[in-house]
């Protein structure tokens, strides 16, 4: 009985972390365009795709530790518990990180740019 609680509440939580990242982002509006037409959305040589990538490509405690410096990143998977950093273990190489880069704003996005970049010499 507890290994099918268990199982379920990990199912749960993946379901979760899926449609959380994916509500989030059809609540949030579409990035504004400024006097120059560029989007905000990029922010001095920070585009959430790249980032994605780069972040993907980290080993593991790196990554963790990129996370956990970036408060807005580190409360969407503190939210689901010790059963949230489980599954981000295992699914981070392949999760769909943009939709939470996206969120941030043009300080954490410029913070989380300089710290993966800090990660990668650090290898």
Known sequence: MRRVSACRAACLVAVSLAGFAGSALSAA??????????????VAGTDSGKMEKQLQRLPWQ??????EAVPKMKADVDAYGPLGWQYVQK?????GWKKNIDRLDDSQKKRLAELIQNAKRAR
């Open 62 to 67: 790196q990554f963790r530790s990129v996370i």
């Open 91 to 95: 699914n981070y190489a392949t999760y």
């Open 29 to 42: 509006a579409p990035p504004s365009v400024d006097a120059g037409g560029a989007a905000t959305a990029q």
